[in-house]
Nanobody, 122 residues
Framework: QVQLVESGGGLVQAGESLRLSCAAS????????MAWYRQAPGKKRELVAA???????NYADSVKGRFTITRDNAKNMVYLQMNSLKPEDTAVYYC????????????????WGKGTLVTVSS
């Protein structure tokens, strides 16, 4: 069984910063790509940022220059540093990861966390 648990969400004012964390736990053999998605009320879930095991990153245009995704492979963690937050960043942020379990080490499957709410007031 694999779990992803996000933390770090909250209510901030525009221009402030937040750091989200996501911890992967369970019978993990390896973790490939990790990513953060978000879903605002009434909108589809969208990719915010992704990072490969080797550290290659990809960002949505709307967050480039403001958000930074990092990971700690030893701790099975991924982080999202969010600076200069805007009201339009308000959403539930979800962690996503491609994980191979100890039982099936050659099979990568995608797992989701339950999300953490980020609210940015103007």
């Amino acid at each position: 069984q694999v779990q992803l648990v996000e933390s770090g969400g909250g209510l901030v004012q525009a221009g402030e910063s937040l750091r989200l964390s996501c911890a992967a736990s369970g019978s993990i053999f390896s973790i490939n790509a990790m990513a953060w998605y978000r879903q605002a009320p009434g909108k589809k879930r969208e990719l915010v940022a992704a990072i490969t095991r080797g550290g290659g990153t990809n960002y949505a245009d709307s967050v480039k220059g403001r958000f930074t995704i990092t990971r700690d492979n030893a701790k099975n963690m991924v982080y999202l540093q969010m600076n200069s937050l805007k009201p339009e960043d308000t959403a539930v942020y979800y962690c996503n990861a491609e994980i191979a379990t100890s039982r099936y080490p050659s099979l990568g499957m995608f797992y989701w966390g339950k999300g953490t709410l980020v609210t940015v007031s103007s």
